[in-house]
């Protein structure tokens, strides 16, 4: 057979047992078996016993002995010309270039008399590329000569300049293209661009934004029009064609139609986003039953209550109070979730506030001295009260220090705080109470939280108890605690609905660092009957966006999910409204140095 060779043991030249590694075997083998060498430079390199007895070697010294020998032999036969050998001249990277230490694919020093060094590719250098500045310059001057002979600047580019400081330097080519010139804008005055720019169509840079805003309202007036009901209340409006064009913007006023008494003028942000009807049918009181019970409560024990108070924010966007109590500088909103959820307003007309709605009324009231409390509509009646009285000082009062301190069962936890917090109760590690004549008077809860932080996860008293210093008791307990167990942080979270002042509750007065305010709370309301994920929700329920996840909602819509919706988008068309409270604040508690 051609090209094979058959042999036995031992008639190898002594060329070929030099560093072979293998061992060879005692039988009859040919030219195409693979043994294995020792190459001194790059080490054990398999190959045919043919390739190495015709004088082959390590593949590795191969490559680089053909590469350097095609590197020197272009060097010998087609040196570098003269004019790239100059343009080295001075450059630190010579040597290295004409040695061939660099090829022609890497980057080289090169010297211009005009710019001094620049980089360039060497194989871009060799076809003719030199300094980039020296171009640049070049190109200019040629284009603008050109410009000047041929095709001198349009009337508008000459208008532009008229009362220029620099329209001479700009005709008469002292200027260049790549230069800046300051041209002048019949609305804005005078502004500085580069000449290329101008030509080529740029112009005063805040005329731009302003029409780029104006073409940005006009496609998302397109894209995303008003809602139904807000067309309506538009009826008969002479702003009406105004609106929908965008010639007013949203904080400008329009005429809307209320069919009771007529056309009134208000924000269109305020009508669109806020809620904002027609102050008039306002004016007609309407209060909540519990609004009326609590309001009664009041005026027996002799407090002075002024209801749906329109003008203590009638500089701050006219929000309603529904009571206020000017001697203790407090208000009480009464929120139902068909009235107060966010989004579009459901079917009914209700609803549609604006996410930040509760949140800025309590900062208004801030402003104004006032602490704003909002009680929803699942806190009972028996809660409700006792947290009013809390906050007006007419609990019965019992002492922390005539009370003991008990570890709650998970029975007796879950009782006391579904019966006295108004979010009910949620797993915890441990739980510390007082006790008075057996009855728990005020209980704190403590919890791993999803940052593996010690966290207080809650703290109640008993309904219309207060229980003075029973917080600071039970945090003494927790701070043995956390001591025995090394824990250096605390952290808890207040809802604003209860506490509108970060710098003035409990947490505050107890030692706490307030650490930022969180993001809003947020729950999903029901407005029909739903079923998703194989659960169905009753018409006016709160549930946990946890059960509303985007996916979940994904699945349930199937086919009418398009895509790019939003969570709040999916929720909507399955018929839930978001529900967004006033605010959520962290506080940490750093106890090492005061225990």
Known sequence: ??????????????????????????????????LKWICEEHGIYEQEIGSH?????????GISNRIRGMRDSKRDTNKFPQWFIDDLDGS?????????????????????????FYSQLITSHLRGHGCRKCHFDSVGFKNQSVRRDKNPFPQWFIDDLDGSPDKEAVLNGTLKMQDVAKFICEVHGIYEQKLYAHLAGHSCPKCSIQNRAESLSNTARNKNPFPQWFIDDLDGSPDKEAVLNGTLKSHDKAQFYCPQHGFYSQLITNHLNQGQSCPSCIEIKYSSKREEFVAEFLVENGIKVVRNDRNILSDKGGYELDLYLPTYKVAFEF???????????TKYGYGGKSKYYHKLKTELCLQKGIKLYHIWEDCSDELCLSIVKAKLGLCERIYARKCEVKILSKEEEKEFFENNHVDGFTKSLKCYALVNNGI???ALSLRNNFSNQMEIARFASKINVEVVGGYSRLLKQVKGLLKSENIKELVTYCNRDLSPDPNNNFYSNSGFEFVKECSLIMNYYSVDYVEVNNKSYKPYQLISRFNLRKQVLIEELGSRYKEGMSELECAELLGFRPVYNSGNF???FIYESNI
């Open 440 to 442: 728990v008077v005020c």
């Open 53 to 61: 007895l015709l004088g082959r070697r390590c593949p590795k010294c």
């Open 92 to 116: 630190p990277d010579k040597e290295a270039v004409l040695n061939g230490t660099l090829k022609s694919h890497d980057k080289a020093q090169f010297y211009c008399p005009q710019h001094g």
């Open 586 to 588: 962290k506080y940490k």
């Open 335 to 345: 929120n139902g979730y068909l009235f107060h959820c966010a989004g579009s307003k």
């Open 1 to 34: 057979m051609t090209g094979v060779q058959t042999c036995a043991l031992p008639i190898w030249p002594q060329e070929f047992l030099d560093n072979l590694v293998s061992e060879v075997p005692d039988i009859k083998i040919n030219s195409h078996t693979k």
